[in-house]
């Protein structure tokens, strides 16, 4: 995600490769030409080495791909579909670069058998996607609607029929408008309702996902969301921030256990965003505390029973206001596994400006490293931190949920020649092998994303997929990324 906006605005309150057969599939009628091309540019990286590589992660280490519904689904009006916080949050002016909507997104809709079928063959075995809320209930909040409820039962026998995994995530951002105006996240009311979803996912979907994680990066929504108002729904309140703070808990672990009832075989788990954060200097140790339990230990550490991290950011001792009898036990939840998304690395530095952090973010383009084209840090070393801080909670089956990298991909003659995004996946490959040998227990890896997508209030310029889409024809072009993968994933070693 894009956390350019995520602290500041909100602190203040407001070798030889063989493609072989896969490859000819999805490219077209040059394919004969265009594969000589592609194969002697991907001859210069040493598939034997990345090979290798991946071998010390073990054989049933999990490889997949993400993507999240509003990004990608489009058909927004469709089948009784109700408008979420992301249909309203787009058509308000200025809210999205260059005013996109998601109306058509990638079509995914209507397309999802084309991308389950372009994952299979570039070698995943497992599909993270999510659902929609406003696609499986009714107007009154309560009752089923059963023509969604069909879409996602085709989408899970797709990917079964594939034979690919589906992990699902049941929360990826995307409220019904109709909760947001009785107050959203910041109504403790809220709990029943994400209640009523869950139990909704769980008695249809149950049989086929193989599992779950309940919400993704709740501290990237809550804030982004009711703080910075950079996201949907805007709102800009640090004391209904706080209150979204506690009920997403809540809702988190609550879901958790109504879960463990309706599906006991399937194990459980949640996607945290993590974002290593250093300072400037060694006088910036305590704004790194302050920020660190901001973004990254504020929801981790209340369901493992650690309680807020208040000592570190004292204003967190004000979630005490909304706290009802019971609620110290209500926010634990034991997952079965954790899912951790990890993009870029902060820099922080002192400022007597900024309330509550004291400190302020030294933004990537001034301080001269490499960047994606969100203008922020690709800093691999920060994969292995975040795995390191994850075993050290305790946690016994880590996945990397999502990881991924953005560029302005430009098609030229029919390629997509996205060398950096390799570069990318080698260095933080490398990183989970740092970690497996250290004995950390990282068992899966999901690319964000298969396909060029929505990116929230960023729109459509920057691109993280594995295949490109070409939006007004709805098209899929294999990227470079996506056939280095293939090679890594299906060609036989040598
Ligand atoms: C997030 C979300 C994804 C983003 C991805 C790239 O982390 O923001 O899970 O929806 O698109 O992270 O920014």
């Not at 650690?306 to 110290?328: A, T």
Request: hydrophobic fraction near 40%.
């Amino acid at each position: 995600m894009n956390r350019k906006e995520f602290i500041f605005k909100s602190s203040i309150g407001s070798g030889s490769l063989l493609i072989g057969t896969q490859f000819s599939a999805t490219t077209g009628k040059d394919f004969q030409q265009k594969k000589t091309s592609s194969l002697q540019l991907l001859s210069k990286f040493n598939f034997e080495i990345d090979k290798l590589r991946i071998q010390q992660l073990g054989n049933h280490f999990i490889w997949g791909v993400a993507n999240a519904a509003f990004q990608v689904e489009g058909a927004t009006q469709i089948h009784n579909k109700l408008p979420s916080i992301w249909d309203e949050f787009s058509l308000q002016k200025g809210k999205i670069k260059n005013g996109d909507t998601a109306n058509q997104a990638t079509d995914f809709y209507h397309r999802f058998a084309e991308d389950i079928r372009i994952t299979k063959e570039l070698g995943f075995t497992h599909f993270r996607f999510s659902i929609a809320w406003t696609r499986v209930i009714t107007e009154d909040l309560h009752s089923e609607n059963l023509q969604g409820i069909e879409y996602y039962i085709q989408l899970l026998k797709e990917i079964q029929s594939a034979g690919l995994k589906p992990w699902v995530t049941l929360y990826h951002w995307d409220l019904p408008a109709l909760i947001e105006e009785k107050g959203g996240w910041a109504n403790r009311q809220i709990i029943n309702y994400f209640k009523r979803f869950v139990e909704i996912c769980a008695d249809h979907f149950g049989d086929y996902v193989d599992r779950w994680f309940v919400v993704n990066e709740p501290a990237a929504f809550t804030a982004l969301g009711y703080l910075s108002g950079y996201h949907a729904p805007g709102k800009k309140s640090p004391f209904n921030y706080l209150k979204t703070v506690h009920y997403v808990c809540l809702s988190i672990a609550e879901a958790g256990r109504l879960l463990r009832v309706k599906c006991p075989q399937k194990k459980i788990g949640i996607a945290y965003s993590y974002s290593v954060v250093h300072g400037a200097s060694p006088k910036d140790a305590s704004v790194v505390t302050r920020v660190d339990a901001f973004l990254n230990r504020l929801f981790v550490e209340p369901s493992i029973g650690l309680g807020y991290p208040e000592k570190d950011l004292p204003v967190l001792k004000r979630l005490k206001n909304y706290f009802e009898p019971g609620d110290d036990e209500l926010l634990k939840f034991d997952f079965d596994f954790v899912g951790v998304q990890y993009y870029f690395r902060v820099v922080v530095g002192k400022s007597v400006f900024i309330p509550f952090f004291g400190g302020r973010e030294i933004p990537a383009s001034k301080r001269g490293v490499s960047m994606n084209s969100m203008q922020r840090e690709i800093y691999p070393e920060g994969l292995y931190d975040c795995l390191l801080r994850f075993k050290n909670y305790g946690f016994k089956d880590i996945v990397v949920s999502e990881n991924g990298v953005c560029y302005r991909d430009e098609l030229k003659d029919g390629e997509i020649i996205d060398t950096k995004r390799i570069e990318f996946f080698q260095a933080h490959i490398d990183q989970l092998v740092r970690a497996k040998i250290e004995g950390i227990p990282i068992n899966g890896y999901f690319v964000w994303s298969l396909t060029d997508n929505f990116e929230w209030s960023e729109g459509y310029n920057d691109r993280f997929g594995l295949v490109y889409i070409d939006y007004p024809t709805q098209q899929r072009i294999i990227k470079h990324s996506g056939l280095w993968w293939q090679g890594l994933l299906v060609a036989p070693s040598q």
